[in-house]
């Protein structure tokens, strides 16, 4: 496999960090961000001493903060630094908002399927229907945290997905290119004691997007498909996502865990099930399978 331009072949008139030292940066940009906002956070109660966000405007400030930040430094370093155009990060012109929605409305019933694929399989019981239409405060925070994870997810997908998938194409290949942003992708989301299944779990979730990206050749799809995922898992089901709590009565229907780990997903949420795995793992099947072809993987 030969070196190459993901999203557009326009050269960078700046300087690309040599590929060894990408995922390094990638760490950098988001950790820097992370340091300089925990102190406060934890000062002002937003924070436990783990860094994991503690009541809603916790989940607020840890999903706006460091994650505005860490993209606003990525997007500064694209342009002033490697001074390259954002379609070559996958922002490409054109279709974008179409490709966004698209990506949207297959987030959110990706994520719904999961959950009523581990509910049929008896990994959950229901214990209360669209609890926040009778709870006012509920559904402003749940509007709230579409524009969060708008943020979070956007900016995964712009630094992963879009720069640092590139950035490592350019300097190594395609196939070196994907698994070295799922091995970062999967550290940055490591946890310790953490079990092999979730992390397998995190390293195919990162897979399958890397996927859809080389197949759209751009972020704005893999984009609203993240935002769409976790959103309605925070909101949906009264369900940990990525292990937090977002505090909020259920838009859905409210599910109570009642089954072993494997399936429900334990304390990460449906994302740690086995259920899910299967369903990345053949989604990524498949767009391998359509990819097959391409003159990327050529």
């Known amino acids: 496999m030969k070196t190459t331009s993901l999203f557009s072949q326009e050269p960078a008139k ?10 390094f940066l990638l760490i950098f940009f988001v950790a820097a961000p992370v340091l300089l906002t925990d102190e406060p956070f934890m000062r002002w109660g937003l924070v436990d001493d783990r860094g994991d966000p503690i009541g809603a405007i916790g989940l607020y400030a840890f999903l706006l903060i460091p994650f505005a930040m860490t993209g606003a430094l990525v997007l500064a370093w694209v342009l002033f630094v490697e001074r ?29 399927s999961i959950v009523a694929a581990i509910w049929a399989a008896g990994g959950y019981l229901p214990r209360g229907f669209a609890g926040a239409f009778i709870a006012p405060q509920d559904l402003i925070s749940i509007g709230i945290l579409f524009l969060c994870f708008a943020v979070q997810a956007g ?15 350019r300097k190594f290949n395609v196939a070196l290119a994907v698994i070295l942003t799922c091995a970062v992708f999967t550290f940055l989301h490591y946890s310790r004691g953490q079990e ?3 992390t397998v779990g995190v ?14 050749r751009n972020i704005w799809g893999v984009m609203g498909w993240h935002i769409g995922w976790n959103w309605l898992l925070a909101t949906g ?6 292990g937090f709590d977002a505090s909020v009565s259920a838009l859905l229907v409210k599910l109570e865990p009642h089954g072993p780990d494997f399936l429900t997903g334990g304390s990460q949420g449906p994302e740690g099930s086995v259920i899910s795995l299967i369903f990345f793992v053949g989604a990524s099947s498949t767009l391998l399978w359509r990819l097959r072809n391409s003159a990327q993987f050529n």
């Open 203 to 216: 390293f195919m979730f990162s897979f399958f997007a890397c996927l859809w990206a080389l197949k759209a």
């Open 14 to 23: 700046g300087w690309v960090p040599w590929g060894a030292l990408a995922p």
């Open 196 to 198: 092999p299944l979730i």
């Open 155 to 169: 900016v995964e997908e712009i630094i992963f997905r879009g720069w640092l998938m590139s950035a490592l194409a």
């Open 84 to 112: 390259r155009p954002l379609r070559t990060i996958g922002l490409t012109p054109g279709g974008g908002a179409m490709a966004f929605a698209r990506g949207l409305g297959i987030g959110v019933a990706t994520i719904g």
């Open 237 to 242: 089901f009264e369900l940990p996502v990525t």
